[in-house]
């Protein structure tokens, strides 16, 4: 009976071993289901599991899952092989005979090969586990195992095992074979080079092992036939030049073994371990190889290489929306593109979840890096077309170059990662390369963000007020909710001074779920307090409608306050109405406007509204953003906007007015309502009461 493993707890992990634990799992998952006699043994030598055939017919007699593998062999000699074979890599085979059952002993050829994990930090390529597989060669192994004492034995052995031998004579140019795999032999034989029959593609590498090679002294290959019908076909040679009497080369004799079926049974097993499965693109382990190997050149050989890091914009909106067969359609365009994009020889990688990483080998500038980059962004400006619906998607990227041997190339990733979080800052969709004052900066807006969480907790978060004036009646129609930080020790602090947390997606929803309370519940005691404040503006954030449910929730807060819907305005920008989910912030907006609720497009001018885009959402007010309001040469925009708010039905506010210039001019010009300085500051909710029974006084 074979019991199932159990690997030992450990207490602490790290990414490294996290990496190689999911390598041995999915090692020993492909084992326990091979449709063949196969057998894993970790690096400490314990049996970790075994396949239904090797089972079955008891190929490791007396070796249970954890036990010392080493026990089950036969020879000290075999032990020292198995040895080697974990700390070299050397493969090698054995003859054994096994006997289950008290039945006739049968004759069985194993197989050893090293498995090598994936490179990381202060990891070179070490095996990570060997696989053993094993084949009944019961009828002919004897006469193989004998084969050195007879030749007629020997030419058996290498029929049976499919072995060709070639002799080449170098002083003759005469190629003797051993006539033992005709099909193999038609494509070990060469005219005047013996590394005519390498395929292109491993060419280099094994001239360089040739070169390396001392005469008299085997050698082992590995590489593919140069087979002109295009068909894939591995073998595994052992070399050896023979000197003659005279002390040089006479003979050159190779050993051949056709080992297709081996490397794709090995492919299989990497692609369980290093292959995402949805793209088809290699994961983070075979990333993480691909990068200690480039940092390796880069310090051996003062070879420039570049790191890109892709993370696709508003991924999870696109989940959250479309559904996640549309996310995995995405995914897998995006993986075309940067085939497309990069050149073959680049690594590229999916790491997980949305986020992508490109290794770029042998550059001789920043130019080589951002060229690819740029060709991407202009694939990614194509629409998607799945179940019959196209829509665009943008990514923010960030890079890295690496080009200074003083430098430690292991920041690398962090680097490139800072740059990607500042393409996501300055806006997303766009492409930013890694310069050293960017750490500086995210580590204040890290230090912020903490700042910001804390402050949350403390309740240290409030709202001012500031009165929105009616022109026509000169009177007070409602008040702009306008965030505050009560911060300890610096004082009130106005949003410039925490701008960044609005763009932290968690910490946007949670200020925007703060302000929309704080400002229902004075409202409703105001209410009680028989205060006549008209309507209350609440400004939402892009990250509030992508829950899908805002419509609900509004509605559903106002009842549980009791608060009215027509004392409610919700203030959005226009890059919230024109980005990405348009469809949902619409469908939003229009059930909040027929329930009651005003709906005021905030920072007119400043986005990219188009006069299509007013006709198309539910729009009560138009608000003229200060900025043009406070500059003259602005006018005739701010006499634009009036005249088009107008002529559509809406009201136009005017923001930051702070003179008494500013003001008649904007009644000149026929502006509805007043926002600003010249009227009043924000103030706190406690003074709202006092300032509506002074105004017009």
């Not at 006997?99 to 050829?109: C, G, K, Q």
């Not at 680097?415 to 750490?439: H, Q, W």
């Not at 925007?512 to 009680?528: N, P």
């Amino acid at each position: 009976m074979t019991r199932t493993a159990v690997r030992p707890q450990v207490s602490i992990t790290t990414p490294q071993t996290k990496t190689l634990g999911a390598q041995m799992d999915a090692f020993e998952t492909f084992v326990r289901h091979a449709p063949f006699a196969a057998a894993l043994v970790d690096a400490d030598f314990r049996l970790t599991a075994v396949s239904p055939d090797w089972a079955s017919h008891g190929l490791s007699p007396g070796v249970s899952i954890g036990d010392d593998f080493r026990r089950g062999l036969v020879s000290p000699e075999d032990v020292a092989s198995l040895e080697r074979c974990v700390a070299f890599g050397e493969p090698f085979s054995r003859y054994r005979s096994i006997a289950l059952n008290d039945a006739e002993p049968r004759i069985w050829r194993t197989e050893f090969a090293a498995t090598q994990s994936g490179q990381g930090e202060g990891e070179a390529g070490r095996t990570l586990a060997v696989i053993v597989t094993a084949r009944d060669v019961s009828g002919y192994a004897e006469t193989a195992l004998k084969a050195e004492r007879d030749q007629q034995r020997l030419r058996m052995a290498l029929e049976l095992d499919e072995l060709m031998v070639r002799e080449y004579d170098l002083r003759t140019g005469e190629i003797y074979c051993s006539g033992t795999s005709p099909e193999l032999e038609k494509w070990c034989l060469f005219k005047n080079d013996p590394l005519e029959i390498v395929h292109p593609d491993d060419y280099e590498r094994i001239a360089e092992m040739v070169r390396s090679r001392k005469d008299g002294e085997a050698q082992v290959f590995e590489f593919r036939l140069n087979r002109d019908d295009g068909v894939e076909t591995w073998v595994r040679s052992v070399g050896k030049k023979f000197l003659g009497a005279d002390g040089k080369p006479e003979r050159l004799v190779n050993l051949f073994k056709d080992i297709t079926d081996r490397r794709r049974q090995t492919e299989a097993v990497e692609n369980l371990a290093f292959k995402d499965s949805l793209t088809g693109l290699p994961n983070r382990a075979y990333f993480n190889r691909k990068f200690q190997e480039a940092v390796d050149a880069s310090e051996i050989m003062g070879e420039l290489f570049g790191l890109i890091m892709i993370d696709v914009d508003h991924f999870k909106d696109i989940n959250d929306t479309l559904g996640h067969d549309a996310g995995d359609a995405l995914l897998k365009r995006l993986a075309e593109m940067l085939h497309a994009a990069f050149r073959s020889g680049d690594t590229v990688a999916r790491l997980g979840g949305d986020e992508f990483a490109v290794i770029l080998r042998g550059l001789h500038s920043e130019a080589d890096m951002m060229r690819p980059v740029n060709a991407l962004q202009d694939l990614l400006r194509r629409p998607i077309e799945h179940a019959g619906r196209s829509f665009s998607v943008s990514a923010s990227i960030g890079a890295a170059l690496h080009g200074d041997p003083d430098a430690d190339p292991s920041h690398m990733i962090k680097n490139a990662d800072i740059a990607l979080y500042r393409a996501k800052d300055e806006g997303r969709n766009r492409s930013v390369v890694f310069d050293p004052s960017m750490r500086s900066a995210l580590e204040r807006r890290i230090e912020l963000l903490r700042d910001v969480r804390a402050a949350i907790t403390a309740k240290e978060f409030v709202l001012y007020y500031q009165p929105v004036v009616d022109l026509a009646s000169n009177s007070v129609s409602g008040f702009e909710a306008l965030m505050r930080w009560d911060h300890p020790e610096q004082g009130v602090l106005t949003p410039d001074r925490f701008m960044a947390a609005f763009e932290d997606q968690d910490l946007s929803l949670k200020l925007g779920d703060l302000a929309f309370e704080t400002a229902l519940k004075q409202m409703r005691q105001w209410l009680d307090d028989g205060v006549e404040f008209g309507r209350v503006a609440v400004n939402i954030s892009a990250a509030q409608f992508r829950s899908g449910r805002l419509a609900q929730e509004v509605q559903e807060r106002l009842a549980r306050w009791n608060v009215p819907c027509d004392r409610l305005t919700i203030e959005v920008t226009e890059n919230v109405y024109m980005g990405w989910g348009s469809d949902m912030v619409s469908d939003t907006v229009r059930q909040l406007h027929q329930a009651g609720v005003m709906i005021a497009l905030d920072d007119f001018g400043t986005g990219y509204a188009s006069l299509a885009n007013l006709r198309q959402f539910p729009i009560d007010r138009l608000k003229i953003d200060k900025s043009f309001v406070q500059n003259a040469e602005d006018a005739a925009i701010v006499k634009a906007v009036i005249t088009l708010g107008s002529s559509m039905g809406m009201k136009v506010v005017a923001e930051g007015v702070e003179d008494q210039d500013q003001l008649e001019a904007l009644a000149d010009y026929g502006c509805d309502q007043i926002q600003g300085y010249h009227f009043s500051r924000p103030m706190p909710a406690a003074m709202v009461p006092g300032y509506l029974l002074r105004f017009g006084a």
